[in-house]
């Protein structure tokens, strides 16, 4: 009987707004009571006088590598990258290769992901078929093998008509629908506007990420079919989906790590570790989608972690790979955004707990009695540098090498067992 | 150490230290207009003929300069050997196959390879923005960027500047039309970095499908048709236009580009009655520039720009080469 004790602990729950200092009691994996809790007999104790407890984070979007590119990343080091970064629960996402678009690939990454027994992974299927964006994947077999959600990753579908079916035939499944939200037909590598002008990068307008937005939200409206939109990256689609909220509408939206954490100064020199799809945006596009953040505009923020060997980012800035293995960076640089005061403390825990969940449909990310002990034990104050060189994922691309971060994950905790950290 | 393994000679560690701001030649971005002024008047020499030959060609005996082109050029590739030859280096081209270029090993493998080749000056041309900085990064010697992408081909707008000054004695306050597809040109863009910087108002003129976001940003004047973009201009520079472009929806048509856009003597009435006529080359005749304006010697300098092109490239390789130690010396 696996029994342990969290004594002292700033508790931290987005979802009650508990903010105060307590006890957290697990019992066989999951919360059995918090608050005051009294002598458990037989309990592992920690004292963790001075950390803040909260739970595990849900992070949207992960890419594996497995299947198809093991050398990059596997399902087991992308498990034991997110839990370094907070992470209990990642959401990944179906551009392996094969692209998971069969029932017996979802029900494959959730036996390793026992197997594995770090972060619990959760796939999206695809939602077409190969990506193509004509053919819809089976949604109801693919839903009953575990998928909790419809995605083409990086492409969206530009097919109208195929939208409008895929939202409206998901609706049986009770999934959403997640697409990226930017216009095929304007793309490029920089966001349009003097810096690409000047760095002679082909650039596409922050405007395409609004014309795709207003597509699929009118589709929505036409179909009653629940839609997730992310990454939003720019004010004009924060603005779209608060206006579609008001509306009542249902949808969802993230934003991720790299748009609130950069702007397109970065790109400068060609810096190929910022690269990422779609580019990075202007100053003022990053701080809407903090304020996004802030307001619960946008539902939740994800790592959006895509890890790619050396290789792939040593190539001129237009061949060169977009993404960056964020997973590990997630909690530190969302507290960043905290620490500038820019979202609250228990809002931006919402943005990765609650927020997240709720879209995929775990019943973790709560502090609440009878859910998953999936938990983050913090100190929140201890300042240290990023440091890629020890990270547990396989890819080393990220700009934020050597950062000056502050807030140390002292242990991850799944199902009441520590899976990274020590609890003292 | 160096990428790669390679170690950096301390000679060499020193001297980049010391003249860290100037080891290579990347692009106009970042030069200072006395910078700019030097390599003209030591170009201005070279084109004068006054500098004894013989001597030249004493001056860098010994260095090696590689052109890497990872794109096909006559001219410039044509340029930068002679100008190597006339000082003396030992000049080595490499054509790197277009088919090899998007493979990034390929660019940092090259550079490895170059770096154990103990090169002193790679003059480095690649299809996209970037890869020459990219290539910079990785090696150990000093680069020249011959055109990266449509991002800058520093050496072609300086040619340009020493062939206006040539002519009109000064570029402070000169009145330079810049004129077609700005938006995939590094040949204008550098040219607007230079001629702003050293006091020349530039005008870039375009259908707004050429133009790239915010230009007017680099501090220049957007028009989009010939009579007003041409009025009152001292030099009217064409830029070349890739047949590509109509089948990306840029342009509807060689023939509407050329009724529009294409420089004939009538478009070019309403500028200055001395203002001259450039083009960086390879011209298409009849689609950005009339074959009689192109050639008429009264108005055209596009001669005077590939003469000028050896003498600009052959102050660049000074600059660069004279501020290494003596070659063979702590190695």
Request: glycine share 10%; proline share 6%.
């Amino acid at each position: 009987m696996n029994r342990l004790v969290v004594r002292n602990a700033r508790l931290l729950d987005p979802a009650t707004r508990l903010d105060q200092v307590g006890d957290l009691l697990v019992l066989d994996g999951r919360i059995a009571d918090l608050g005051s809790v009294g002598p458990v007999s037989g309990a592992r104790v920690v004292d963790a006088t001075g950390w803040a407890l909260m739970p595990g984070l849900i992070d949207l979007r992960v890419a594996s590598r497995e299947p198809g590119a093991e050398h990059i990343e596997t399902l087991a080091s992308l498990a034991d990258a997110a839990v370094a970064g907070g992470v209990t629960t990642a959401a990944v996402l179906p551009a392996t290769d094969p692209p998971i678009e069969e029932p017996a690939l979802v029900e494959l990454i959730l036996r390793q992901s026992d197997r594995i027994g770090r972060a619990r992974l959760r796939p999206w299927a695809a939602l077409t078929r190969g990506f193509g964006g004509q053919v819809l994947a089976e949604m109801g077999l693919l839903s009953a093998a575990g998928a909790i959600g419809f995605s083409d990753g990086g492409h969206p579908v530009a097919h109208a008509g195929v939208m409008r079916r895929a939202l409206a035939y998901a609706r049986t499944f009770d999934r959403p629908v997640m697409n990226h939200p930017s216009d095929p037909g304007l793309v490029g590598v920089a966001t349009e506007g003097e810096l690409a002008t000047r760095a002679g990068l082909s650039a596409t307008p922050a405007i395409a990420e609004r014309m795709m937005l207003e597509r699929d939200l009118a589709l929505v409206a036409l179909t009653g079919g629940r839609y997730h939109a992310g990454p939003i990256t720019t004010a004009a689609g924060v603005a779209a989906i608060r206006r579609a909220k008001q509306d009542g509408l249902p949808v969802t939206a993230d934003t991720a790590l790299p748009y609130i954490a950069l702007n397109e100064v970065a790109i400068a020199d060609y810096r190929t570790d910022v690269k990422v799809w779609p580019p990075l945006r202007s100053e003022a596009d990053r701080q809407a989608v903090v304020a996004g953040l802030a307001d619960g505009t946008l539902d939740a923020l994800s790592s959006d972690h895509q890890p790619h060997d050396a290789d792939a980012k040593r190539l001129p800035y237009s061949h060169a790979a977009a993404g960056i293995a964020g997973v590990e960076t997630l909690l530190v640089l969302a507290l960043e955004q905290v620490h500038t005061g820019s979202v609250g403390l228990l809002d931006m825990l919402a943005r990765l707990t609650t927020g997240p969940g709720s879209i995929i449909g775990s019943d973790a990310g709560r502090l609440a009695r009878g859910c998953p002990a999936d938990l983050v034990l913090v100190d929140l104050d201890r300042p240290w540098r990023i440091d890629a060189d020890a990270f547990r994922s396989k890819a080393r691309n990220t700009p934020f090498h050597r950062r000056p971060v502050q807030g140390r994950i002292i242990a991850t905790v799944v199902g009441g067992e520590a899976v990274f950290g020590t609890l003292p | 150490m160096g990428i790669g393994g390679h170690r950096v000679t301390p000679y060499r560690r020193a001297a980049m230290i010391i003249h860290a701001a100037h080891r290579h030649l990347l692009g106009i971005e970042g030069m200072s207009p006395d910078d700019v002024t030097r390599l003209l008047n030591r170009a201005e020499a070279h084109a004068a003929g006054t500098i004894d030959p013989a001597q030249l060609r004493q001056g860098l005996r010994g260095r090696t300069v590689v052109n890497l082109f990872f794109e096909n050029s006559t001219r410039t590739r044509t340029s930068f050997e002679l100008a190597g030859k006339r000082l003396g280096t030992d000049v080595i081209n490499m054509a790197v196959a277009a088919s090899s270029v998007s493979k990034g090993e390929t660019l940092i493998d090259t550079a490895q390879t170059l770096n154990a080749m103990r090169v002193d000056l790679l003059v480095v041309r690649h299809p996209e923005s970037g890869a020459v900085q990219l290539l910079a990064k990785a090696v150990d010697c000093s680069v020249i960027n011959g055109g990266d992408g449509s991002h800058e081909h520093p050496t072609q707008a300086l040619l340009d500047a020493l062939t206006i000054r040539r002519r009109k004695g000064r570029l402070e306050g000169l009145e330079v039309a810049i004129c077609g597809d700005v938006a995939h040109s590094r040949v204008a863009r550098s040219n607007i970095l230079l001629l702003t910087l050293m006091g020349a108002r530039v005008r870039v003129v375009a259908p707004p499908t050429l133009l790239p976001t915010d230009i007017e940003r680099m501090g220049v004047e957007v028009h989009h048709r010939m009579a007003s973009g041409l009025a009152g201009a001292d030099i009217v520079m064409m830029l070349r236009l890739q047949k590509e472009r109509m089948a990306a929806a840029l342009v509807p048509s060689v023939r509407e580009y050329y009724h529009f856009y294409g420089l004939d003597r009538a478009k070019l009435a309403v500028a200055k009655p001395d203002a001259l006529v450039m083009h960086p080359g390879p011209m298409n005749r009849g689609v950005e520039i009339d074959g009689e304006v192109a050639d008429d010697l009264d108005r055209s300098l596009i001669r005077d720009q590939v003469e000028m092109g050896v003498a600009i490239r052959m102050a660049c390789l000074e600059w660069l080469l004279g501020q290494l130690p003596p070659p063979g010396g702590a190695a």
